[in-house]
């Protein structure tokens, strides 16, 4: 069976490359989009070659993968692999952002990796209601997120489809040529509404996944971690892959982290749901203490029954970026039998993410001088 089986998108969440609404079951969502789980023992295999698993692969934030085994064996064998990442800029960036990106940086320096990131500004005049001028702006400040990770500069390039169409464009025409509408339409619910620019897009999307072959001049394994909402674009990719003699791309894939409201997941359109780079630190503290949570409607309440970390949106975040698999489980445990109030978890929140925060914008002011080390070239 092909990658690019037909979507279904009756569910009561939905999920597709550019909206995620309700509460995602990550189980139905792997099964639809044909993906694998990944285990316990592949998390074994990936650990030794690392010597350590991320927290994120540890807490399951990464739970699903297409040929992960199969590009582990290939470095067993002495064939490296490029990552492949990126960003679609539509506003500023938010935590939720960041969570393909830590992994991603773990990734370049535990397997010396080269890194593309990918910038689709393309994407983002076609699919949505901005001006170029806007997502221009967006793209800058975002280029300076990337930089703050603290990728390898001599291994690490950045993409931006408009700057770079002329490195793009040649490799996306043999994609397309090999990509039926019928198929486009199957996996992304493309109409006849549909404006022919948001058509043509994927292609594009899907360059970087041969470009490190074209670099390299032999095929040349890839690896894309990413939230598992841009996983139809590769789908795609996948399908026609070894028709134009490259590998398919191999991909590890996210969750959502969640709203700091109630269902769904962060949104650059909607402020109040997410905590951005960008920040002002009271500002940040004012989201948190509004920021929805399990437990119960009073202290006495939360003694006798307990929280619900399940559904809370601090316990998330919390175990996201600041808890250690063990102090995530002491907390989930002193939350459930009544413990733990929900007013020190966000104290805990709100104390981590402004420290967090405030040394991240530090690191984003000095990548201002590092911008044009970082983006791409034919040179290196």
């Known amino acids: 069976m092909s990658d690019s089986s037909k979507e ?30 990944i285990t316990d023992e592949l998390l074994e295999k ?12 540890e807490h399951k934030f990464f739970f699903s993968h297409r040929d992960l085994d199969w590009i582990l ?5 002495n064939e490296k692999f490029y990552l492949y990442t990126g960003r679609g800029p539509s506003g500023m960036v938010h935590l939720g952002h960041l969570m393909p990106w830590f992994l991603t940086k773990h990734l370049q320096d535990k397997f010396d990796s080269n890194l593309l990131f990918q910038i689709t500004d393309d994407e983002k005049f076609l699919f949505g209601n901005k001006s170029m001028e806007e997502i221009n702006k967006n793209v800058y400040e975002n280029i300076l997120d990337i930089i703050a990770i603290g990728f390898n500069k001599s291994k690490t390039k ?4 408009s700057k770079h169409i002329k490195h793009l464009y040649s490799t996306s025409l043999e994609i397309a040529k090999r990509i039926t509408f019928s198929t486009a339409k199957s996996i992304f619910g493309f109409t006849n509404s549909t404006n022919i620019g948001m058509i043509g897009f994927p292609p594009l999307q899907g360059v970087p996944c041969f470009l490190p072959s074209i670099i390299e001049g032999r095929p040349t394994p890839v690896l894309i971690p990413a939230a598992i909402d841009q996983d139809p674009y590769w789908r795609l990719t996948r399908d026609i892959a070894e028709k134009i003699g490259f590998y398919k791309p191999a991909q590890i894939h996210s969750k959502f982290l969640p709203s700091l409201q109630t269902v769904g997941k962060m949104s650059s359109s909607d402020p109040e749901t997410a905590i951005f780079t960008t920040d002002d630190l009271d500002v940040i503290e004012k989201k948190i203490s509004n920021t929805f949570t399990g437990g119960q409607p009073t202290i006495s309440l939360q003694k006798k029954l307990g929280g619900n970390p399940g559904v809370c949106s601090v316990f998330s975040y919390l175990k996201y970026m600041f808890d250690t698999p063990a102090e995530s489980n002491e907390r989930e445990l002193r939350c459930r039998s009544g413990n733990l109030l929900c007013g020190e978890c966000k104290h805990d929140l709100s ?21 044009s080390d970082f983006m791409y070239s034919e040179d290196g």
């Open 73 to 77: 064996n290939k470095y067993e064998n």
């Open 8 to 37: 279904d998108y009756s569910d009561d969440f939905e999920v597709t490359p550019w909206k995620v609404e309700g509460s995602v079951d990550y189980a139905r969502l792997m099964k639809k989009f044909g993906t694998q789980e």
């Open 46 to 57: 990936f650990k030794s070659f690392t010597g350590e698993l991320h927290p994120l692969l």
């Open 351 to 371: 104390s981590h993410s402004t420290s967090f925060i405030s040394m991240f914008q530090e690191k984003r002011e000095k990548a201002k001088d590092l911008v």
């Open 158 to 161: 950045i993409i931006v489809n």
